[in-house]
């Protein structure tokens, strides 16, 4: 029998699958009621993971009892670089140069989960366009993207600028 080699677009794609899993159990256990609508064309079309709900009981600093609606990622890498991404545009190896989600997300919210030790940063999104938008936090930077394969332009920003600048609403 042979060995089946996996590309890395499927390795990307279970990794953000299994985060996103574990992300909804976290939320759970601090009162947030999460349900993925990323499958779902109009949300998926503005960047939109999930629409969720904060129990009155719960001890994060997020509006209780109204709809609001998430965009997640999934990292494992910020727990070694603290260092957050948002995708400004990417080139695909043909060429055509596509917008990033920085562009086209319309979420109130971005959680960025880090898989490495199963807790979550939750940005306030309009303040962090505010805040890059303004020159005031992150540096531009292309990386190679190998899971989507591609180039693509980001905006790294700290995770202490992120809280400097006010964008971090809370810690799970």
């Known amino acids: 029998m042979g060995c089946i080699q ?23 256990e601090h009162g947030i009621e999460v349900v993925d609508v990323s499958r779902q064309r109009d949300m998926a079309m503005q960047n939109i993971t999930y629409k969720a709900l904060v ?24 727990e070694r670089s603290q260092n957050v991404f948002f995708e400004i545009e990417h080139t695909k190896r043909n060429g055509r140069k596509e917008d990033g989600w920085y562009f086209t997300c319309s979420a109130d919210y971005i959680v960025y989960y880090n898989a490495a030790n199963n807790s979550a940063i939750i940005l306030d999104w309009n303040k962090v366009r505010e805040q890059i938008d303004d020159g005031k936090m992150g540096k531009i930077k292309y990386i190679v993207n190998d899971g989507d394969e591609c180039m693509t332009k980001v905006c790294l920003a700290t995770v202490d600028e992120l809280n400097n600048q006010g964008c971090v609403v809370c810690k799970l």
């Open 55 to 78: 129990d009155s009981q719960s001890d994060v600093s997020l509006p209780k009892g109204k709809m609001l609606l998430f965009t997640f990622r999934a990292d494992s890498t910020i």
């Open 6 to 28: 996996m590309d890395n677009h499927v390795r990307t794609y279970r990794k953000h699958q299994s985060g996103k899993i574990s992300f909804r159990s976290l939320a759970l």
